[in-house]
């Protein structure tokens, strides 16, 4: 048998590209898979992305301290969005289910006719519920338990929660845009890509720029202002709702319009 050369070794490990219409059949499959799921298996997947995805805001408040607690200088900034990803990597790769994801995964069923707005609206609420609800179980938990290990002061965690409140209406709902858009390519590329590694750089790209752009991602964020909502009283219960609910909107119009309608429009006329 002929050794394989360098090029056919390197395709190995790369991955072929598969076809713009395959990644489309895929990304709906998976969307009518989720949107055909017991409710209680969803609870309890949404439950655990939003639960795993607290360790990034958990991991940047981490940071801050060891920094000296300041945003601006590049070195900082890289490593604040490096560890945002780290829960978008735990809840990718571990195939928990996230309001972000399918605010493209699974609206593209629904163009396609293979599923109705009633059904996307069942999706999207249990996820969404169980998302935020599991943020509120780790913020709590993290409020509680970290300050006896001294890893991260509270002044890190009113910094992390500072820096999405502080935006103005418009602001926050347009950067949101920005955030639900990426996070829908980051669903077409991960369906894309062909291996763990290839899925983990995906992951890591996408989310990092997220986070280095200081975007509001109603999950992520979620946690971020929590953490300020639990420690600050200059953070109220009228600031974490503005936030959720601008962030969420933005995220669903980001995902939905930018990359499903615009993905589907391209792939099924080409």
């Known amino acids: 048998m002929a050794e394989p050369d360098g090029g056919e070794t390197a395709s190995r490990f790369i991955g ?5 219409r395959e990644i489309l059949e895929k990304q709906i499959d998976e969307g009518l898979h989720e949107i055909n799921r017991e409710l209680d298996g969803l609870f309890l997947s949404g439950l655990s992305a939003g639960l795993d995805i607290g360790f990034g805001p958990l991991l940047m408040a981490v940071v801050l301290t060891l ?8 070195p900082t900034e890289l490593l604040l969005a490096s560890a945002y990803s780290i829960g978008f990597i735990f809840v990718v790769l571990g195939r928990s289910e996230l309001f972000t994801e399918h605010t493209t995964l699974a609206v593209l069923p629904v163009i396609d006719g293979r599923a109705s707005w009633s059904d996307l609206g069942r999706l999207w609420s249990v996820i969404f519920v169980s998302n935020v609800l599991g943020g509120l179980v780790f913020a709590a ?11 991260a002061t509270p002044e890190a965690f009113v910094t992390v929660a ?3 409140v502080h935006h103005s209406d418009s602001g926050m709902f347009w950067s949101a845009v920005l955030a639900g858009w990426l996070m829908g390519l980051l669903s077409w590329l991960v369906t894309a890509a062909q291996g ?3 899925r983990v750089l995906i992951v890591w790209l996408v989310t990092a720029s997220i986070g ?11 946690v971020e202002v929590l953490f300020g909502l639990f420690i600050a009283p200059e953070i109220t219960f009228a600031d974490y709702g503005r936030f959720l609910v601008l962030a969420t909107l933005g995220n669903a119009v980001g995902g ?4 499903a309608l615009l993905k589907y429009g391209h792939v099924s006329r080409g």
């Open 67 to 74: 920094s000296a607690g300041s945003y601006g200088d590049l």
């Open 16 to 20: 072929e590209q598969p076809p713009a």
């Open 162 to 164: 500072e820096k999405l």
């Open 141 to 151: 938990f993290v409020v509680i338990a970290i300050p006896d290990l001294g890893v």
């Open 212 to 222: 280095i752009l200081h975007l509001p991602h109603s999950i992520a964020g979620n």
């Open 256 to 259: 939905s319009v930018f990359v």
């Open 196 to 198: 763990t590694i290839s």
